[in-house]
Structures are given as structure tokens and as C-alpha cells.
């Protein structure tokens, strides 16, 4: 049992195990808070511009519920929900747009670390230096420089 456990514990502390957990709990997160929009900030912008309290308006009824003669659910009616539909393909589309946005900031720092690793690897150019005169070439212009000073 104890070798059982130790081997639990080995797995469970490796790196991947724990980022994803983060990730897990992380995204649930994130999944609540894009629920929250779509629930109450853009399903009531739908369900105005349908002229509707809520997104009922975009349901189909295809068989309406069947009562008795006292009033009691005999048949439960039957209804495609397509706000409910639309609220979740809204949810997707925001977390889908979010994630491509933090999936595409990571790789342009991603590239630019690279670009910076790469940079700093390559040795830099040396200037290259004016070739340096001969000695006869000295002699010129000392020669020279002294020709003028004498005029």
C-alpha cells in the first residue's frame, strides 16, 4: 500500500500533473465568467432585439403541452430550444476569440524571445578597419605636410 501511495505522490508532483490542474481550474473559471456574460449581458440584447423578455422567442414549439380538465400536464410540450442553442455557440465564439487572442500573443513574444535568443547568439560584425597606410604611404604625406608648411 505504501508503494501504491509513494507512486500516487510521484505522479501526482510531476510538473505536467500540476500545470494541468491549474489549467483545469483555471478555464472553469474563466468558463464561469463568460457564462455570466452571455447569460445576463448579450442573451438580454437578444432577447430585445426580438421584442422578448428573455430568448423564448427563438424557441420552436413543436407540439404544445396537452392539459387535462383539470388543468394537469398530460403530454409535456415539445420545443427546440434555439436560444438556449445560441447562448452556448455565443459562449463558444468569446472563448474561442479569447484563447486564439492569448494563443496569439504567445507566440509573437514567443517569437520575439527567440528572435533576442538568436541575436545575442550571433557575434557581432566587427567594423572593419580602414587598411592601415604602408610605410612608403607615411613618408608621402609627411613629405607632403611638409611641402606645404614650407609655401
Known sequence: MK??????????MRGNVLDMAVGVI?????????TTLVTNVITPLIAYIFNSPNTD???????????????????????LGFGTFVGAII?????????FAIVKAFNKA????EARKKK???????EE?????????????????????KK
Open 110 to 113: 514567443h517569437e520575439a524571445a
Open 129 to 149: 578597419e580602414e587598411p592601415k597606410p604602408t610605410s612608403e604611404e607615411l613618408l608621402q604625406q609627411i613629405l607632403e605636410e611638409l611641402q606645404k608648411q
Open 26 to 34: 483555471i478555464a472553469t473559471a474563466f468558463g464561469k465568467i463568460t
Open 91 to 99: 459562449d463558444f465564439i468569446i472563448i474561442a476569440l479569447i484563447i
Open 120 to 126: 545575442e547568439a550571433e557575434p557581432e560584425p566587427e
Open 57 to 79: 422567442a427563438l424557441n420552436v414549439t413543436l407540439r404544445a403541452a396537452e392539459l387535462d380538465e383539470a388543468g394537469e400536464v398530460v403530454k409535456d410540450a415539445i420545443v
Open 3 to 12: 508503494k501504491l501511495f509513494a507512486e500516487f505522490k510521484a505522479f501526482i
